[in-house]
């Protein structure tokens, strides 16, 4: 395929990328505006985040299996549409349908998204030659980190720009864009081959799989461990979470089942994906960290609350360069390299923020402590553990293969928080801080052992 023609398919593709993950944190910020405009309070009102997250990782394998069916251009373009619908059913919830048609809206947005970037980069990655197949991964990989990062402070600008009252903007400010990306893919996107002799989807366990993830997640959002023992006993943590167990066997039946699984069992079987698996939620628990950054510059130079989020920039600009020229690497020397070096640089950024810059603050010891984590962080997130799964899976299942590691990932981006807040509760002040950066430098940890085991099947062919 000409040069040009893969520089439009990765533009188009990329564009989708941005449009969905500037919307995971985009209403974060405005959360507090809605609630007041809507009367409702904070407990209620976070649902309009939670049910966003629960739904779009309940989705994503689900989604990721039809556009390995139905073919990966015909669903991304639909996702792109689903996610327009969502984004103007949130707007028009002020005038009408209130508080939940909003719930609505953000489920239908996170339909939509479910299935624009486990797509998007399954597409990116078997349509690039392999030469230069880490290289395009790890551009989307920059986009959706940057995109995630940016997205509060896309909605925080949109609503100071546009006025409390007209929040709504910020979900119509994405239906051109959202348009101009479904022109594009259908002029510019080439058509994915569909087999028309496929087995029929696995209904039965699409729909004990979805059943199941939101379950489990709704449990582990419920999860307080600095009183575990109190929130287990919680009916909104145990009962779920004792439900989700109980779909297990049943999911497991259904599976074995299904001519076309949505969910390959033997994946459980095969230790390199395992690994991809088990480093991918490391990489989720690593990720979501960056949520604590501004109270960490708060805490450690007294600054004042809400001043802190400027912090997150020296991390955002290292990954943003780091993560192109890992995936160019992953393209000479495959991603283990790659991948254990950008954790243990992160281990680095990690612990000197714990020993050096906690008992030396100050701006620069701050930022430089940042910028290596960031810079660890972009060569570890992404395209490595992307190209991992692609190159153990077989094309005709790799959207359904990323979409399940992006699944993965998600889950730990849900459970890593609760055990960091625990970590920063277990002593006071800057003592609870260090213990949650040496909290995160252990997952790193983990996550770098694991990778010493993993077998690259590109190194058979040498």
Same mark, same amino acid.
């Given at each position: 395929m000409r040069q040009d023609r893969l520089g439009l398919i990765l533009a188009v593709y990329l564009t989708g990328l941005l449009i969905g993950g500037l919307y995971v944190g985009m209403v974060s910020p405005a959360r507090t505006v809605v609630q007041a405009d809507f009367g409702i309070d904070g407990a209620t009102g976070i649902w309009m985040i939670n049910i966003y997250t629960l739904f779009y990782a309940a989705l994503i394998p689900v989604i990721g299996k039809i556009a390995d069916r139905r073919g990966r251009k015909n669903v991304f373009t639909i996702c792109m549409g689903v996610f327009c619908a =969502?984004? #103007?059913?949130?707007?028009?919830?002020?005038?009408?349908?209130?508080?939940?048609?909003?719930?609505?809206?953000?489920?239908?947005?996170?339909?939509?998204?479910? =299935?624009? #970037?486990?797509?998007?980069?399954?597409?990116?990655?078997?349509t690039f030659p392999k030469e230069k197949r880490g290289m395009a991964l790890g551009i989307a990989a920059v986009v959706v980190g940057v995109s995630n990062v940016f997205g509060a402070v896309a909605g925080s600008a949109i609503v100071d720009a546009f006025g409390m009252a007209n929040w709504p903007v910020m979900f119509y400010l994405c239906v051109p864009f959202c348009l101009a990306v479904i022109a594009a893919a259908h002029f510019l996107l080439p058509a994915s081959a569909t087999a028309s002799d496929r087995p029929p989807m696995d209904m039965a366990g699409s729909v004990l799989f979805v059943l199941f993830v939101l379950l489990m997640l709704l449990g582990v959002k419920g999860l307080d461990f600095t009183a575990l023992a109190a929130s287990l006993a919680d009916a909104g943590t145990w009962v779920p979470l004792v439900l989700a167990l109980a779909m297990l066997p049943l999911f497991r039946l259904a599976e074995r089942r299904a001519v076309d699984p949505v969910f390959h069992l033997e994946y459980l079987h095969n230790r390199p994906i395992v690994i991809t698996m088990a480093v991918s939620f490391f990489i989720g628990c690593f990720v979501i960290s960056l949520v604590l950054v501004p109270e960490l510059a708060e805490q450690m130079l007294g600054l004042p609350v809400g001043t802190g989020g400027y912090y997150v920039l020296a991390i955002g600009l290292t990954s943003f360069v780091a993560t192109p020229v890992a995936g160019k690497v992953i393209d000479k020397v495959g991603p283990k390299p790659v991948i254990l070096l950008g954790f243990s640089i992160s281990i680095i950024g990690l612990l000197f923020l714990a020993l050096v810059a906690m008992a030396a603050p100050s701006p620069?010891?701050?930022?430089?402590?940042?910028?290596?984590?960031?810079?660890?962080?972009?060569?570890?997130?992404?395209?490595?553990t992307n190209y991992m799964i692609l190159e153990n899976t077989g094309p005709e299942e790799s959207t359904s293969a990323i979409a399940t590691i992006t699944l993965i990932r998600q889950i730990g981006t849900t459970l890593a928080p609760a055990i960091f807040i625990a970590l920063i509760a277990t002593a006071p002040g800057s003592d609870g801080y260090r213990n949650m950066l040496l909290g995160v430098a252990a997952f790193n940890c983990c996550a770098l052992v694991l990778m010493l085991f993993y077998h690259s099947p590109r190194a058979d062919r040498r």
């Open positions: =969502g984004s #103007i059913l949130c707007g028009v919830s002020q005038q009408v349908g209130g508080f939940g048609l909003l719930l609505v809206g953000r489920v239908v947005q996170a339909a939509g998204a479910g =299935g624009i #970037i486990p797509v998007a980069n399954a597409e990116i990655g078997t620069i010891t701050l930022a430089a402590g940042l910028a290596i984590v960031g810079l660890g962080m972009g060569m570890a997130m992404g395209a490595p």
